[in-house]
Each structure stands twice: as structure tokens, then as C-alpha cells.
């Protein structure tokens, strides 16, 4: 069984950065593609980025790229996303995930771990 544990969501205005963490525990992280997903109040969780456990390669959701970058430490089975330059409708809770597959899926249905999710609100 593989737990995941987001952290680091919170309140910040516009223009301003966050860093999320998600910790994960019970088999080797090395060998999960991880990726985070958002939910807005009232909307369907949608992909943000992944990265793929061979070889590193990530997938950015159109709205999100050159702001957020998401990056993984093997050693200390942590996953990681950067946002920068937040934006209202950057407000959601945030989810990481993870799969055995080796390409980043972008749909929920193509992972097998949740974690609990971490709210990230930004104000305007």
C-alpha cells in the first residue's frame, strides 16, 4: 500500500508563490510517475503536471506552464510542486498522485494513489 501526504497549501495574493510537498511512503517512489491534480469548488478534479519515474519526463497542463514547475528527490521520497506567479483561479485543493505506469497519464483514471489534498486559495 503506497501513502501519500500533501502538504504546504495555504492562503497567499496574487502574484505570490507556493510550495507543495507530498510524502510518500510504503513502496519505492522511485518507481511511481507522480503527478498533482486540482479541484475547484464545484468542478472535476483536473490534471496539473506529472512526472514520470523513467527518466524524469513531465507534462504541464496549458494554464499552468512556465508558472508552476514540478520536480521529485528519490532519496527522500518527496514529491514537489513550485507555483509561482499564482492566480485567483489557481484556487483549489491540490492532490498528488501516483502510478506504476511509465508515461504521465492526464486523466484520474490512470492512477492508483491519492493523498488527501491540501487546500491553496488565492485571494485577487
Known amino acids: 500500500q503506497v501513502q501519500l501526504v500533501e502538504s504546504g497549501g495555504g492562503l497567499v495574493q496574487a502574484g505570490g508563490s507556493l510550495r507543495l510537498s507530498c510524502a510518500v511512503s510504503?513502496?519505492?517512489?522511485?518507481?511511481?510517475?507522480m503527478a498533482w491534480f486540482r479541484q475547484a469548488q464545484g468542478k472535476e478534479r483536473e490534471f496539473v503536471v506529472g512526472i514520470s519515474w523513467r527518466g524524469g519526463r513531465t507534462d504541464y497542463a496549458d494554464s499552468v506552464k512556465g508558472r508552476f514547475t514540478i520536480s521529485r528527490d528519490n532519496a527522500k521520497n518527496t514529491l514537489f510542486l513550485q507555483m509561482n506567479n499564482l492566480k485567483p483561479e489557481d484556487t483549489a485543493v491540490y492532490y498528488c498522485?501516483?502510478?506504476?505506469?511509465?508515461?504521465?497519464?492526464?486523466?484520474?483514471?490512470?492512477?492508483?494513489?491519492w493523498g488527501q489534498g491540501t487546500q491553496v486559495t488565492v485571494s485577487s
Open positions: 498522485a501516483a502510478t506504476s505506469m511509465e508515461e504521465v497519464p492526464s486523466t484520474t483514471k490512470g492512477y492508483d494513489y
Open positions: 510504503g513502496r519505492t517512489f522511485s518507481r511511481y510517475t
